[in-house]
């Protein structure tokens, strides 16, 4: 809004900043379980959230249906008992990043693209992840203005295409993300910026005016892949967020984790694709788990993870049916499955 008389810029009292609701998120198993009527369900909780804090946003917990102990958005974030299971097989670093690190915070696996581990942060935090494990203490493409990271990339020419990824990229403030894009157009090999984000899903209000204004200015073909599991997750607020990041010159695409429990049936993978269409989005991977300890009672098999494919394939166009794929130590891409 802005004001006739003296042109200043009064933001609306109805717009809370991303920062200020991140540190509001629930951080407390049973502070979550009480909001949704499934106090009686405390007991089953692991001792020290199984090793790995619990974080969500309210905002997140409000797309919960109450009373629903297989809510697939409270299965995503609430700590369980399972993750004390040690299968073999599962491990700390399912995927190699700790081999694929070519300068700090910066993993260099595949051909043309460099992705910078830009921020050990995120605003969720998802039971599944491997980053449960990642020891980001010394990994962070940001540190320094991103000095190292830049270096490594005005080095090597035939990087064009820089992803962030993370933790959240998105999580650094804009002003960081400002310093980036500063340094990056000084390197005119690089053509093209990426961010994978979970932020506009889980906390729309990420995509304020100061990011779109940033974002809007980068000089670079620019691609958010999104990440949401289910379509529940993705409320008019999501939407409103993910047509900020196409007016401002992306293309947004959108990547899914395959989770028993949460998404591994036909219908709701249908119904993902269809919503993330309706806002503008494709799909691009569903992925199947990374193998991180913690994580098996997640696991869907090879067999009717390509089964639900298939289903998928009679029902839906082409263009909204994600390809399934595992990424797998030492590949040169993502494998399909
Ligand atoms: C997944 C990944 C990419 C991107 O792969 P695409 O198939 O282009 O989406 C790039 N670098 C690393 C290290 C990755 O893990
Ligand atoms: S990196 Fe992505 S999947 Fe992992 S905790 Fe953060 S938001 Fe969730």
Redesign the pocket.
Same mark, same amino acid.
């Given at each position: 809004m802005i004001t006739a008389s003296t042109g200043a810029r009064i933001t609306p009292a109805a717009t809370p900043d991303w920062r200020q609701l991140w540190r509001e998120s629930v951080t407390d198993a049973h502070e979550l379980l009480g909001l949704l009527g499934l106090g009686h369900l405390g007991d089953r909780l692991p001792a020290d959230d199984a090793g790995f804090a619990l974080r969500v946003p309210r905002g997140f917990v409000a797309r919960m249906e109450p009373g629903n102990p297989a809510d697939p958005l409270l299965l995503q974030v609430l700590p369980q008992l399972a993750e004390l299971d040690a299968p073999p097989g599962y491990v700390m670093d399912p /995927?190699g990043?700790m081999n694929?690190r070519a300068a700090q915070g910066v &993993?260099? @696996?595949?051909d043309g #693209?460099? &992705?910078l581990v830009a921020s050990g942060s995120c605003a969720i935090n998802c039971r599944y992840c491997f980053r449960r494990h990642f020891p980001y203490g010394d990994e962070m493409a940001a540190a320094g203005q991103w000095r190292k990271a830049l270096e490594h990339v005005a080095e090597d020419p035939s990087i064009r %295409?820089l992803?962030l990824?993370g933790g959240d990229p998105l999580a650094l403030s804009t002003t960081k993300l400002e310093e980036l894009t500063a340094g990056l157009t000084r390197l005119p090999h690089v053509i093209r910026l #990426?961010i994978?984000t979970r932020l506009p899903v889980v906390l729309p209000e990420r995509i304020d005016d100061a990011f779109h204004a940033w974002f809007a200015s980068v000089p670079l073909q620019k691609v958010v /892949?999104l990440h949401a599991n289910h379509a529940q997750e993705l409320d008019d607020d999501v939407a409103a967020a993910c047509a900020r990041l196409r007016e401002a010159g992306a293309t947004v695409l959108n990547?899914s984790v395959l989770l028993r429990g949460v998404n591994d049936d036909a219908a709701t993978l249908h119904a993902l694709s269809e919503r993330l269409f309706s806002m503008g989005v494709l799909p691009?991977?569903l992925h199947q788990l990374d193998r991180v300890q913690g994580s098996a009672h997640f696991e869907v098999d090879d067999a009717r993870a390509l089964g639900l494919i298939e289903d998928l394939r009679a029902t839906l166009p082409g263009f909204l049916v994600p390809r399934l /794929?595992r %990424?797998v130590a030492g590949d040169t891409? @993502?494998r399909p499955v």
């Open positions: /995927v990043d694929a &993993l260099h @696996k595949y #693209r460099a &992705l %295409e992803i990824s #990426r994978h /892949v990547q691009y991977y /794929v %990424e891409s @993502k």
